[in-house]
């Protein structure tokens, strides 16, 4: 019998048992370091938050007049803002949007075509999917293309493939489901969005709010609208506000949001609003949400309540620019009732305190037809400082100081005004021969010849009947260099952006010198006028134009102003280059003008009880505003400037009228302007000290009446 092998499985499972020893015990040993060594660091890990801090909106500054009339306001509205993660998907939007649907209305004019085709595809995957075959997605991976370009690819080949018979398939409640959860994707990671502002009822926002828990996301606030609280008074230079949709302008973006800003805040587009938008913006409120490492927003905690924009307190009277509007929209009715004035279509008004700069009121008014034929008048009060025109006679005052500071006038040099015969220029003559005059007569009277042999003379010219004139051309540059001292010709330093500086003739031929020297030649705006009377009649000195009085910090509770931060005093931008008895005699010629007879405005002013100075202009020049058939037209424009009183000025102001006419008789619409406007500004100045006397007076009888102490 053959002895037995011993076993050999003994053996090999003692290796095994040894081999799974080592591994368990490297194992144990691994889970050892991994829990002693690691194991806060993966606790940390996996337990981790993330702190981002969100900024949300404030309301704005409001606006005031000078006699802190709010201007500018803002107006609380019910709100329902969407507040999304950064893991929100689209689908996440599309439940919340279904559910919102049901307590709220959402216009649906906003909606576009891309918005149906993207809500067709999430809401119909498989009619979707159908849209781009197999076939064509095979031969799309073969062209190398990654899984996201591949997946971009699809989806616009989807796009194109939706019909308009796709789309009918949205029905009316859709429609509304899609424009809530437009505005629920338009919105910015962890940052509060509109969804709906204007026109929340009640019952709306208190059914939201019962709802919230079944709406992440979701929130019921207050929001606010700007209000202008005149309306269209002033409201061209007031500016606006992007809404919600627009947000922070593209071209605009990197600026704002390197100042914390977010995309979608509102911002002050044009002018004040625009100019003034680091003031009125506010500090925003500070939101810290508190994530899980998956983005989901795990608490909330407010950090920084915020505060409302400073506000601005102008230096306009809103109710003056009230009155001036309402008479410039009167008399352009009334001058359209008369013939040749078909392209009459706007006129301007600027008054200003000539010793200060800051302006009162700045008025444009322009004729416009609305979508239904029908005339309408509409705020161009921007039109003061964005528009230029030849202004006329109401120059002249400039040329003869000019006369003056270049030697070719002393005070009462008289100069015979007769028709003027310059070979190959038509005759140039004054409205009627006046003879011999001296300055003062020749403002007076408004004299174009004695202003031509004036501008001869700064040439270095000779006048002589029927023979060529000669000039030197150096004279352009001397006339402007002296007329920019007023403001003419240059910009006014206005604190509001895109004010122009006007435009000048490029010709140096000997004949339109003399027209520079009566307004015929050059262009200025109707602010630049307001300036260059202002600085003759405060003694020669070119005040910078305020529309800003002050700038405040914010007083929640609405009863008063809170404590000036920022005062604008006057700013002196220069002195004219004149004797100041040079001046004193031009302001004489000025208020002969207005008050004795034979001034070209006496008819209108002689008996007005604040003794007013100024000076008319009356302009030939050529039609180009907006009718393109009767561009280059031959019309008239009608200008004035002046001031009140002539010994202590307060006021001065410049009205303007572009193509007042065409033929005569005319409308003289620029005196009857600046008559009203005049009276209008002195009127209130009584009403208004009365007021006070009267409250002095009730002061004063509500202490007598206290009992003894």
């Known amino acids: 019998?053959?002895?037995?092998?011993?076993?050999?499985?003994?053996?090999?499972?003692?290796?095994?048992?040894?081999?799974?020893?080592?591994?368990?015990?490297?194992?144990?040993?691994?889970?050892?370091?991994?829990?002693?060594?690691?194991?806060?660091?993966?606790?940390?890990?996996?337990?981790?938050?993330?702190?981002?801090?969100?900024?949300?909106?404030?309301?704005?500054?409001?606006?005031?007049?000078?006699?802190?009339?709010?201007?500018?306001?803002?107006?609380?509205?019910?709100?329902?803002?969407?507040?999304?993660?950064?893991?929100?998907?689209?689908?996440?939007?599309?439940?919340?949007?279904?559910?919102?649907?049901?307590?709220?209305?959402?216009?649906?004019?906003?909606?576009?075509?891309?918005?149906?085709?993207?809500?067709?595809?999430?809401?119909?995957?498989?009619?979707?999917?159908?849209?781009?075959?197999?076939?064509?997605?095979?031969?799309?991976?073969?062209?190398?293309?990654?899984?996201?370009?591949?997946?971009?690819?699809?989806?616009?080949?989807?796009?194109?493939?939706?019909?308009?018979?796709?789309?009918?398939?949205?029905?009316?409640?859709?429609?509304?489901?899609?424009?809530?959860?437009?505005?629920?994707?338009?919105?910015?990671?962890?940052?509060?969005?509109?969804?709906?502002?204007?026109?929340?009822?009640?019952?709306?926002?208190?059914?939201?709010?019962?709802?919230?828990?079944?709406?992440?996301?979701?929130?019921?606030?207050?929001?606010?609208?700007?209000?202008?609280?005149?309306?269209?008074?002033?409201?061209?230079?007031?500016?606006?506000?992007?809404?919600?949709?627009?947000?922070?302008?593209?071209?605009?973006?990197?600026?704002?949001?390197?100042?914390?800003?977010?995309?979608?805040?509102?911002?002050?587009?044009?002018?004040?609003?625009?100019?003034?938008?680091?003031?009125?913006?506010?500090?925003?409120?500070?939101?810290?949400?508190?994530?899980?490492?998956?983005?989901?927003?795990?608490?909330?905690?407010?950090?920084?309540?915020?505060?409302?924009?400073?506000?601005?307190?102008?230096?306009?009277?809103?109710?003056?620019?009230?009155?001036?509007?309402?008479?410039?929209?009167?008399?352009?009715?009334?001058?359209?009732?008369?013939?040749?004035?078909?392209?009459?279509?706007?006129?301007?008004?600027?008054?200003?305190?000539?010793?200060?700069?800051?302006i009162l009121a700045m008025a444009g008014k322009m004729i416009t037809k609305n979508e239904n034929g029908n005339i309408e008048l509409k705020d161009y009060a921007l039109g003061t400082m964005t528009s230029a025109y030849a202004m006329g006679s109401a120059v002249k005052g400039a040329t003869v100081l000019t006369g003056f500071q270049t030697g070719v006038l002393r005070p009462n040099t008289y100069i015979v005004d007769e028709p003027l015969y310059i070979k190959g220029t038509p005759v140039k003559k004054s409205y009627q021969t006046m003879g011999r005059i001296n300055e003062l007569t020749a403002l007076q009277r408004s004299s174009n010849v004695y202003m031509f042999k004036t501008a001869i003379a700064i040439g270095g010219g000779v006048y002589r009947p029927y023979a060529p004139l000669a000039i030197n051309p150096e004279a352009f540059t001397t006339m402007r260099r002296y007329f920019s001292q007023f403001g003419l010709g240059v910009k006014t330093g206005i604190d509001l952006p895109n004010e122009i500086i006007g435009f000048q003739g490029t010709s140096k031929m000997p004949g339109f010198l003399l027209d520079l020297s009566i307004g015929q030649y050059d262009m200025y705006t109707p602010l630049q006028m307001a300036q260059y009377i202002s600085t003759i009649a405060n003694g020669g000195y070119r005040m910078k134009p305020q529309i800003v009085k002050e700038i405040r910090e914010p007083n929640n509770d609405g009863k008063e102003l809170g404590p000036v931060i920022r005062d604008f005093q006057p700013i002196v931008l220069n002195r004219i280059d004149m004797k100041t008895e040079y001046i004193d005699w031009v302001k004489e010629g000025l208020r002969r003008v207005m008050q004795e007879k034979g001034g070209t405005a006496a008819g209108f002013f002689a008996d007005a009880p604040y003794k007013p100075a100024g000076k008319t202009g009356t302009a030939q020049a050529f039609y180009d505003g907006p009718i393109q058939s009767k561009r280059n037209a031959q019309t008239y424009n009608l200008t004035l400037v002046g001031y009140a009183p002539y010994n202590d000025p307060e006021v001065s102001f410049s009205v303007v009228v572009p193509w007042a006419y065409q033929h005569e008789p005319h409308y003289p619409i620029n005196n009857k302007i600046g008559r009203k406007i005049l009276d209008a500004y002195f009127e209130l100045k009584k009403e208004r000290l009365q007021e006070v006397q009267l409250n002095k007076q009730n002061e004063t009888s509500s202490a007598s009446q206290q009992p003894n102490q």
């Open 1 to 358: 019998m053959k002895k037995k092998k011993r076993a050999q499985v003994p053996f090999r499972l003692n290796i095994l048992f040894f081999v799974v020893f080592l591994l368990f015990s490297a194992l144990i040993l691994r889970l050892g370091v991994v829990q002693i060594v690691y194991g806060e660091q993966y606790r940390k890990e996996v337990e981790r938050t993330e702190n981002v801090t969100v900024s949300t909106p404030v309301p704005r500054g409001k606006i005031y007049d000078r006699y802190h009339r709010v201007i500018v306001d803002n107006v609380p509205l019910n709100a329902i803002t969407y507040t999304r993660t950064k893991t929100t998907t689209p689908e996440d939007t599309l439940v919340i949007a279904q559910r919102l649907a049901k307590y709220i209305d959402k216009p649906v004019d906003k909606i576009t075509e891309r918005d149906m085709k993207d809500y067709w595809i999430l809401t119909r995957k498989e009619e979707a999917k159908k849209k781009v075959s197999e076939a064509e997605k095979k031969a799309l991976k073969k062209k190398g293309l990654s899984d996201k370009e591949l997946d971009k690819k699809i989806y616009e080949l989807t796009l194109e493939r939706i019909t308009p018979e796709d789309l009918k398939e949205i029905t009316p409640q859709e429609m509304k489901v899609l424009a809530i959860k437009r505005e629920l994707d338009s919105g910015y990671a962890l940052t509060p969005q509109i969804v709906k502002n204007k026109d929340v009822t009640n019952q709306e926002y208190a059914v939201v709010s019962e709802h919230l828990e079944e709406l992440p996301g979701v929130d019921t606030t207050t929001d606010w609208e700007r209000r202008y609280v005149y309306g269209n008074t002033f409201r061209s230079v007031l500016g606006s506000v992007t809404s919600d949709d627009e947000g922070i302008p593209r071209e605009r973006l990197d600026y704002f949001l390197a100042r914390d800003y977010s995309r979608n805040d509102r911002v002050g587009k044009s002018y004040l609003e625009a100019q003034y938008e680091d003031v009125l913006h506010g500090k925003k409120a500070k939101i810290k949400n508190i994530t899980d490492k998956s983005g989901n927003v795990i608490e909330t905690e407010k950090v920084y309540e915020g505060e409302r924009g400073k506000d601005l307190v102008l230096t306009i009277d809103i109710e003056l620019q009230q009155r001036v509007e309402k008479i410039i929209e009167e008399e352009l009715k009334a001058a359209k009732r008369f013939g040749g004035t078909s392209l009459l279509d706007r006129a301007f008004v600027v008054m200003m305190n000539p010793k200060t700069g800051e």
